[in-house]
């Protein structure tokens, strides 16, 4: 696949936003930056840090910070020298997810609690945004959640008037999940007002993938067996990679994130009348 220079990166941005595009001398903003470097590096597999100040007119420093930021939120990887493709096969560890984006994931679980009524029925699958959700619905009321993730029953518990029913299965010591065939029927035996699932990945296109297909296969089970389902993912999910499947964006009923979406995953949400909420 050729290469994108840095002005065929700027025209492209102009013809999705309608804003005139400025001049070659002219910089962009660190936001679209970051996006310039991650398509870069998708076309190219690997870029210098050299090559990249010359497209984007920075500084050297200016290119290993960005590479850091988005080596940090998974995105891309790190190399001497340069930058590559972030792994489709293996996720960032549980410890720094936690703290990746910690107040936009505030953010975006207080916005999705707030579509979520008293009485309901909610489950909640694995995943450091669903958690905060947890966190987010914690002072509601006659809630009934079932949830094959042991840190959101343990946020729970703290509301006498939640009922929590906790899916068994096989515990994943790493993030408190539970997965595999056990934890699937379990799933299977309930039907809910509100599905809240988390996501590694959304592909330009709108397919959502995952690192662990057990754990796909769980939250499919969720998606299956929900009468709406949320999705809470922040703006590092765009475009991110990984290699398991769980299904297309068109599927769900609201994206809860961030940031506005890149203009490929718009026409898709808007195509398929998915409600965007955006913090």
């Not at 960032?92 to 936690?98: F, H, L, N």
Request: with cysteine; glycine share 8%.
């Amino acid at each position: 696949m050729a290469s994108r220079s840095l002005s065929e990166f700027m025209a492209v941005e102009k013809k999705s936003s309608g804003r005139t595009a400025p001049g070659s001398e002219a910089r962009l903003s660190p936001a679209d930056r970051h996006l310039g470097i991650q398509r870069i590096v998708q076309a190219q597999g690997f870029v210098t840090i050299e090559y990249l100040a010359r497209e984007f007119a920075v500084t050297p420093q200016t290119i290993r910070r960005d590479i850091n930021l988005l080596s940090e939120d998974g995105l891309i990887q790190r190399f001497h020298g340069g930058a590559g493709v972030a792994s489709s096969t293996e996720n960032v560890a549980y410890t720094e997810r936690k703290i990746m984006c910690y107040r936009q994931k505030q953010q975006i679980a207080q916005l999705l609690a707030g579509q979520i009524p008293d009485h309901a029925s909610v489950f909640i699958n694995i995943g450091t945004t669903t958690e905060a959700v947890a966190r987010a619905l914690v002072d509601h009321k006659r809630l009934t959640v079932i949830t094959n993730n042991l840190n959101v029953a343990n946020i729970l518990s703290a509301n006498e008037q939640i009922e929590v029913i906790v899916a068994g299965g096989l515990l994943r010591h790493r993030d408190g999940g539970l997965i595999g065939q056990a934890t699937i029927d379990f799933i299977q035996q309930f039907r809910v007002d509100f599905g809240v699932i988390g996501i590694s990945g959304i592909d330009s296109d709108g397919t959502l993938l995952d690192f662990d297909y057990r754990e796909v296969r769980a939250a499919r089970a969720i998606i299956d067996n929900s009468r709406k389902v949320f999705l809470a993912a922040d703006h590092t999910k765009f475009s991110r990679n990984a290699m398991v499947r769980l299904g297309n964006i068109e599927e769900i009923h609201a994206l809860f994130t961030d940031r506005r979406p890149p203009a490929p995953l718009m026409e898709t949400l808007e195509r398929a009348e998915v409600e965007l909420f955006v913090v």
